[in-house]
């Protein structure tokens, strides 16, 4: 299902994060830490070559991250990225958080922290790619299915 919608920011929300959480918006984003928690939902591997190339060629980059303990190092969390054009239009890809942290605010953290940067360009119009069942954690954001009943349609390469 294809979503779109014009974000509105909530500044009520000023939840302080707990300790042991970090928001970064770097887009050097280990993509062993990527590939991991995207296996860990079930997504298909992708080549850390061309998750460092997504990764740069974003237009904002989110990751959540809880602090090791034990000595063990932090661990990725929650992720998305967006692609645009700066002016019109952009895109929420790749929106995860493992399943360990499902249904606990990480979800929205994501959310909140990748359309506030969207933000600071004035895009009018967000869209994503949302899985079956999973619009109605969208909407909380504003985003709605196309009003227009556009579809979303796909072209992949095939490799003859």
């Known amino acids: 299902m294809v979503l779109s919608g014009i974000w509105?920011?909530?500044?009520n929300s000023k939840e302080?994060?707990?300790e042991n959480i970090?928001?970064?918006h770097d887009k050097a984003v280990p993509p062993h830490a990527v590939q991991e928690l995207c296996a860990s939902v079930g997504w298909s591997r992708r080549e850390p070559e061309l998750i460092v190339r997504a990764l740069q060629n974003s237009l904002a980059v989110v990751s959540i991250w809880v602090k090791g303990q034990d000595f063990k190092p932090d661990e990725l969390i929650g992720f998305a990225r967006a692609t645009g054009d700066k002016v019109f239009n952009a895109t929420v890809w790749d929106m995860v958080v493992r399943p360990?942290?499902?249904r606990a605010g990480i979800g929205r953290l994501v959310m909140c922290e990748l359309?506030?940067?969207l933000d600071e360009y004035q895009i009018p119009l967000?869209?994503?790619y949302a899985d079956p069942g999973t619009d109605g954690f969208y909407k909380r954001f504003g985003f709605l299915a196309d009003p227009s009943g556009v579809r979303g349609m796909f072209r992949e390469r095939i490799d003859y």
Do not use: F, I
């Open 126 to 128: 967000v869209t994503l």
């Open 8 to 11: 509105r920011r909530n500044e």
């Open 100 to 102: 360990d942290y499902q």
């Open 16 to 18: 302080p994060l707990p």
């Open 115 to 117: 359309l506030k940067e």
């Open 22 to 24: 970090s928001v970064s």
